[in-house]
């Protein structure tokens, strides 16, 4: 083959380990080792690591969910520990993704049941969890160590880190060995600050996943694609501060007046191939955890990161 | 490595005769430099310097033209490989496929699909670009029905013309010859009868080859057959498979490490095991054709929604029309927001206030596109603009009150806001997100 | 009362004794010990060796490794103590398992708790010690106790206990070795300590684990040898007892706090502004107009100015609002009042330098205030105040708290006290405007004078990188970034402040063409920060690697090589230059982060540095500019230009009402005799 692609790329993703099993101190059935690209996605010669690992979305307050997804998944959705059981036995997610959205009624100060739901989770599933704390500052510092602190030892993926407001998550994330979501407005500077940040405050590079923030299609989603290209480039260019494995989770896909206007009996398919298209396009430009709320989007994105994850016959060198 | 602006006008004669249609040889040499001008423009270049020159500047990749009149498209000339490094200029077409052995009825119905159909965002008119019509009879004269069936339906749409068989090809081509389609496809053993149907035609011409190095003979001998507007088809056997080989096409053309590939690609969703995942990859990774099936109203929408975001100017933010619009009904009492006509912006506060439920009005004003934060920034959004936008669209006759809600990041303003409208300023949240909890505590007072 | 000299103690003293007796008690250790709920063994000696102790010679073992330290021998032996005696009633707890020290590390990281200290010993009544643990929690401190202080504070009502952020851990005070084991266990969970890495542990207790001790009288010579054992961890040890000697600090029980707080270097953060207005980014655009206003201060009205000055530490007193002359009652509604708005502060941090920075924010602070108002800056301000804030209560006093608040709030990192002086005194405000208008000079002066040979640091700029991925702006103190916003010093200071942010140093390193300003060091950054496209960088030529350029320059410096000589075109300018080619048309194509030679983005102001056009011959070369922009620079270009020996060339640098075309330009040079003609040829 006379043919080899000029990159002269001279770093590479850094790994971050999600989950753990029976010995490696957790009770998951599988732990994921993401990261380790040492070039563009889907170039390289032999499978890499899993990724890209979907994670399916579900919440424990079901009235701040989008009401197509309460209405597709019913009654599971009133109860967060079987419909978390159903995302591993039916659905066929590699994660789960909890959001904690009890934590967002006004005055919420349970901080025993945040314990207690994250409990009931890591119990109803063996897969690895991404779990998403609160939204106000307020009770950030309760609920994270709640969080933290019932998910010791099952190196759990938490959510999610801003500029202005890292220091609980970066707590519990030391405290209990778990890794860090990352996030920025879709801003490569910002997003390189936040992980300095969080190295200053002692969370390693091993332990953090960028999030970009991902618009949804037609909403700003080529922003966030081209956020993550560039994030890719200058980890691949040696750029130790953006080297870590990126995450896409397009949740407005369910909302959107694409959806909400498609004809009736239609809004689950515009929804699906709305976060499909989303899923394929943000692993194409780097994303290793794709993040999903309507079960029938999972087997379509599994199929076909099975086929990208083929690489190519052997004339076709990369370096 | 493309020469530089003055690297080239030290080539030049630098005689400013204007007659390449520049004021200056410096504005030739600039535009040279942006592979944005034709070296042969210059009637007084020394060959040498043509050679050098013309090597250099022409666009890395082929600009080739896809069926003509009002539904053609041009794809290639493209730069990068990455849109953020500049842009992608030339958006991919994407063209339903057919087979000669579907009925006519069917046939025709996907015809007018491609022409009818049209799906409107953020002011531009999505569609569909052509037809690829598949050989897969046998016989020359199956397959020229079916393509006459197309033509019959008076679209005028490009052609693509996909057969094996060059005599099903010049049978079709008496049906849609005068349209230029693109012909599927040269290959080693065809080249030259393939070559000569382009040329009779003024026909683009696909090649395509299992390595990338054919793929390059095939050029090397297409364009000495006198056949130049190419489109190269790798033939992937996976996904995977694709976008090693178009991102390998797409990096060895923009390097010009590999001036034989500078052309654009091809690809046949219906051929790849997932035909959506196709077309997105497709879209992102540098394909220029792209044939699918027919696509439901769920995939279309979401694979011209895609191809629109990737193809979008990454420097040029999209704007929205500036105007009074409507969140709702809103009556005689509703708030009336004002934000600037940055789309992203628009969306999003669009978005938001649907979920309060509480009708609106949204007053968009020009800032060219920029966002709220920048327009302040720059003095675009100040209380000049306000004032007159407010008169422009008629706002004092929609509502009875005269309160305005301005975006918290362009609080500055409010005081000049209000000393140029004479109506009072209410200053939002920052973050959209908030906003309904600002209108349920601030508005209902 | 005359102190006895008796119940005076030396530290150094009986510290001497006290690891005397330590060394003893080392060697008849009789039993094996071992804490309940830790994976740490003995943490401290565990952290200083990765040693697990649990009997008299692994004990013995690290002693001897740690130059006999007195904090393992407290250690050592109290587990011994506590493996014979057993654990003490509550309310002690003794040693604190893991789980709970997780719980408090988390605290500690994410910022609840600002800080630790230990208290130990006896005070001689419950009074101040109570107030102090009041003060303790008001802090966000974690306050651990040893001693009879934890009986006395108990028998005066005081509640204890985790929850009260007061944790009694023994009896005596030799107990308080529990806080530091605490924190050696939170330097390994938290910090990165592995055990053994004595080094990283000592540096971690020193740097980021916030502790101070604060030591009542009535210790005994070994516990004083332990609590003077925890300086080498860079715990500032305070003394409220009768203590000589050593490096103890004295305190009295009303500055105890503060004082350990400030030496360790521990701010507590303000939220609140106790003003009766508002404060808030939303009232910043409200202006305040005649007929709304109670009373207004400068504006050429009357004298007024504000000046923000550096102040040792010590010298001020942090929140200190001091109005001299009459408050606003004296003043008639309507009036104009003079003004003289002081702000000092001091911190460790901050420099001088940053005066005029963090001077500019009193413009922003005071408007955010609900009723006050404030524009331009220097001995030029005019400020008013509200009839609604006045009738609401506000006064001038308040708006020093304002200012107070807002500076601390606003730079946390940078200061750790904040004093605000309002003189409304007439004749004072006159003299203290004097002082000011010396010290405005000052400032000018030392901008005016940098040159970029006296520095050997310059300031990257990657602010517009969202719109040019590899672009970098290179800013010296005779060049400014192209945008025309930051100079050399902004970058500096902003720098300074957040050092991880957009502005990061280059260190200039060895010359490589001074001419056209090319620099090692300048290089190798701009490779790295371009990833690998820009491999030279010359800061002082356009003809020969210029920077590269973004996308908001004030104007584009570029070749004319028909004229031999380079003109500047401006954003404002819309029409057609002598190159062919309008603003627009160039800013397309030289933007986004590439590097084209001969064609350059400057600001405005560079156009006046010596510097401009130095790689090209110097600034005879310039032939063409806008005739607006020539009429803006008209006066500091003549003088630019009659100091470098052309007092003529002002006429003969062309516009575009002189010469549109290049056609039309070279007739028009060779007309006047230009230099750039003469000039060795630009390619």
Not at chain 1, 212 to 236: H, V
């Amino acid at each position: 083959m006379a043919y080899t692609i000029p990159f002269d790329w001279t770093g590479a993703i850094g790994d971050v380990v999600l989950g753990a099993t029976k010995s490696e101190g957790g009770t998951r059935r599988i732990s994921y080792r993401i990261g380790g690209g040492k070039t563009l996605p889907f170039l390289e010669t032999g499978p890499v690591s899993p990724a890209p690992l979907i994670a399916f979305e579900i919440c424990d307050n079901p009235v701040f969910w989008p009401p197509l997804i309460r209405n597709y998944c019913g009654d599971l959705t009133n109860n967060v520990a079987e419909w978390a059981k159903t995302a591993e036995s039916a659905y066929g997610a590699d994660m789960v993704r909890l959001y904690l959205t009890s934590t967002r009624m006004r005055n919420f100060s349970d901080f025993a049941s945040v314990k207690k739901t994250v409990e009931t989770v890591l119990s109803a599933t063996a897969l690895p969890l991404i779990i998403e704390g609160s939204n106000e500052p307020k009770i950030d510092s309760e609920v994270f160590q709640a969080c933290g602190e019932a998910g010791q030892g099952e190196r759990l993926l938490l959510g999610t880190a801003e500029a202005g407001r890292y220091r609980s998550i970066a707590a519990a994330a030391l405290a209990y060995n778990h890794s860090v979501l990352a996030q920025s407005p879709i801003d490569i500077n910002l997003a390189k600050q936040l992980n300095i940040l969080l190295r200053e405050i002692g969370v390693q590079h091993d332990h953090i996943v960028i999030d970009p923030y991902t618009g949804a299609l037609g909403y700003g989603f080529e922003y966030s694609f081209s956020a993550m290209e560039r994030i890719r480039f200058s980890a691949l260019k040696g750029d130790a501060d953006l080297a870590m494995p990126m995450i896409c989770s397009a949740a407005d896909s369910l909302t959107i007046k694409e959806v909400r206007e498609a004809e009736p009996g239609l809004q689950d398919e515009m929804a699906v191939r709305w976060e499909f298209f989303t899923g394929i396009a943000a692993a194409a430009a780097g994303a290793e955890i794709i993040c999903v709320r309507h079960p029938k989007t999972i087997p379509l994105l599994r199929a076909a990161f099975e086929d990208l994850k083929k690489g190519t016959r052997p004339e076709a060198e990369v370096q | 490595m493309a020469l530089k602006a003055l690297d080239i006008y030290k080539l030049l004669p630098k005689k400013n005769c204007k007659e390449c249609g520049d004021p200056t040889c410096l504005t030739f040499a600039m535009k040279l430099a942006g592979g944005k001008a034709d070296v042969d423009l210059c009637p007084y270049l020394s060959d040498e310097a043509k050679s050098v020159l013309g090597a250099t500047t022409r666009p890395p990749i082929r600009l080739v033209k896809v069926g003509v009149g009002e539904r053609s498209f041009k794809v290639g000339e493209e730069f990068v490989l990455y849109r953020h490094d500049k842009t992608f200029y030339h958006p991919p077409g994407i063209v339903f496929h057919v087979s000669d052995t579907q009925t006519e009825e069917e046939i025709e119905a996907v015809t007018r699909r491609v022409r009818d159909e049209t799906f409107t965002r953020v002011g531009s008119d999505l569609r569909f670009n052509g037809i690829a019509i598949r050989n897969e009879s046998g016989s020359p004269e199956t397959f020229a029905r079916a393509v006459a069936m197309v033509e019959s339906v008076e679209a005028h749409l490009p052609p693509i013309l996909i057969s094996r068989d060059t005599a099903a090809l010049k049978a079709a081509l008496v049906h849609c010859g005068s349209y230029h389609p693109l012909l599927h496809a040269a290959t080693a053993e065809n080249f030259h009868e393939m070559c000569a149907l382009a040329k009779q035609h003024g026909c683009p011409l696909v090649v395509q080859a299992g390595t990338l190095e054919g793929l390059a003979r095939l050029v090397k001998d297409c364009t000495a057959e006198g056949v130049s507007d190419l489109i190269l088809d790798p033939a992937p056997d996976s996904l995977g498979d694709f976008v090693v080989r178009s991102t390998a096409i797409r990096q060895l053309a923009i390097t010009r490490a590999a001036p034989d590939l500078g052309y654009p690609v091809y690809l046949d969703a219906t051929r790849a095991g997932n035909e959506d995942a196709a077309i997105a990859l497709g879209i992102v990774k540098y394909a220029s054709v792209i044939v699918t099936s027919p696509l439901s109203p769920g995939p279309a929408k979401a694979a011209l929604t895609l191809r629109q975001n990737i193809y979008t100017d990454p420097q040029k933010p999209i704007q929205m029309n500036p105007g009074l619009y409507r969140v709702g009904t809103p009556g005689k009492d509703a708030p009336v927001l004002m934000t600037v006509n940055f789309s992203l912006t628009f969306f999003t506060l669009q978005g938001y206030l649907e979920s309060t439920r509480i009708p609106c009005f949204m007053l968009i004003v020009d800032t060219e596109g920029l966002s709220v934060l920048t327009a302040v920034a720059a003095g675009k959004l100040n209380e000049t603009l306000v004032r007159d936008s407010v008169k422009k669209f008629d706002v004092e006759n929609e509502v009875s009150h005269r309160k305005l809600i301005i975006p918290g990041y362009a609080s500055p303003l409010s005081g000049r806001i209000e000393d140029a409208t004479g109506w009072k300023v209410l200053v939002g949240p920052r973050d959209a997100a908030e906003i309904g909890e600002y209108l349920h505590e601030e508005w209902k007072n | 009362m005359i102190k006895g000299i008796l119940t005076m103690t030396d530290v150094e003293l009986a510290r001497k004794k006290g690891e005397e007796h330590q060394k003893s008690k080392i060697s008849t250790i009789g039993r094996s010990f071992s804490y309940d709920e830790t994976a740490y063994h003995l943490p401290i000696s565990y952290a200083l060796t990765g040693i697990a102790v649990h009997e008299q010679k692994s004990a013995a073992d690290v002693y001897a490794k740690t130059g006999n330290n007195p904090l393992v021998a407290s250690e050592c032996l109290l587990a011994d103590t506590t493996a014979g005696k057993g654990k003490e009633p509550e309310p002690y707890t003794g040693f604190i398992g893991d789980t709970v020290i997780r719980k408090l590390g988390y605290s500690l990281v994410d910022g609840s708790i600002l800080g630790l200290a230990l208290v130990i010993g006896k005070p001689a009544g419950a009074g101040s010690a109570a107030a102090i643990c009041r003060e303790l929690q008001e802090k966000y401190m974690l306050t651990f106790l040893a001693g009879e202080v934890i009986p006395t504070l108990s028998g005066a009502g005081v509640k204890l206990g985790l929850d009260y952020r007061l944790i009694p851990l023994g009896s005596t005070p030799s107990y308080g070795i529990h806080f530091v084991d605490v924190i050696a266990r939170v330097a390994m969970m938290f910090g990165g300590v592995t055990p053994g890495d004595t080094h990283r542990l000592l540096t971690y207790a020193a740097e980021r684990a916030k502790a101070i001790v604060i030591v009542f009288p009535g210790l005994t010579d070994e516990e004083i040898a332990f609590a003077d054992g925890m300086r080498v961890l860079g715990f500032p040890i305070l003394s409220l007892g009768d203590y000589v000697g050593g490096s103890w600090i004295a305190a009295d029980a009303e500055t105890v706090v503060s004082k350990g707080m400030e030496e360790k270097g521990i701010r507590v953060n303000v939220t609140a502004i106790p003003i009766p207005m508002g404060c808030s980014p939303a009232f910043e655009g409200k202006s305040i107009r005649k007929e709304e206003m109670y009373v207004e201060f400068g504006g050429g009205r009357s004298p007024a100015f504000e000046l923000l000055r550096l102040r040792q530490p010590g010298e001020i007193t942090d929140g200190q609002v001091t109005v001299i002359g009459p408050e606003i009652e004296s003043m008639k509604e309507g009036s104009a009042n003079p003004l003289g708005i002081i702000i000092e502060v001091s911190g460790k941090n901050m420099k001088k330098d940053y005066e005029p920075v963090l001077e500019r924010r009193i413009h922003n602070f005071v408007n955010y205030g609900e009723g006050s108002w404030h524009v331009a800056q220097r001995d030029l301000i005019w400020v008013r105040i509200a009839k609604e804030a006045v009738a609401k209560g506000v006064r001038i006093e308040h708006i020093g708290k304002l200012l107070a608040s807002k500076f601390r709030m606003d730079f946390p990192q940078l200061l750790d006290a904040v004093a605000v002086t309002l003189i409304t005194d007439a004749a004072k405000v006159i003299a203290a405007k004097a002082e000011a208008e010396k010290v405005y000079a000052e400032r000018d002066d030392r901008i005016k004078g940098m040159r970029d040979n006296d520095v050997s640091t310059y300031y990257s700029c990657t602010l517009c990188q969202t719109f040019a991925p590899n672009h970098v702006c290179v800013i010296t103190p005779e060049r400014p970034a192209l945008c025309g916003a930051i100079s050399w010093l902004d970058g500096k200071i902003a720098f300074e402040i957040s050092p991880s942010g957009a502005n990061q140093p280059i260190e200039k390193g060895a010359v490589i063409n001074a001419r056209n300003g090319e620099f090692e060091g300048v290089n190798r950054f701009v490779k790295k920060a371009s990833h690998g496209e820009i491999t030279q960088c010359s800061l002082y030529s356009v003809m020969e690697y210029p920077m590269t350029c973004c996308g908001c320059f004030e104007a584009i410096a570029l070749m004319l090589p028909e004229v031999n000589g380079i003109m500047v075109v401006n954003r404002e300018f819309k029409g057609i230059t002598p190159s062919g080619m309008s603003f627009s048309t160039l800013a397309g194509t030289i933007g986004g982060g590439a590097q084209t030679p001969g064609f350059a983005g400057i600001s405005k102001n560079y156009i006046l540095s010596d510097r401009f056009l130095q790689g090209e011959g110097g600034i005879e070369r310039l032939v063409w500019l806008p005739s607006q922009l020539k009429e803006e620079l008209k006066e500091r270009l003549e003088k630019r230009l009659a100091a470098a020996g052309h007092p003529d060339l002002f006429a003969k640098i062309a516009d575009e009402t002189t010469a549109a075309t290049i056609e039309d330009l070279i007739v028009f040079l060779e007309r006047v005799q230009h230099p750039a003609l003469g000039m060795e040829p630009l390619m």
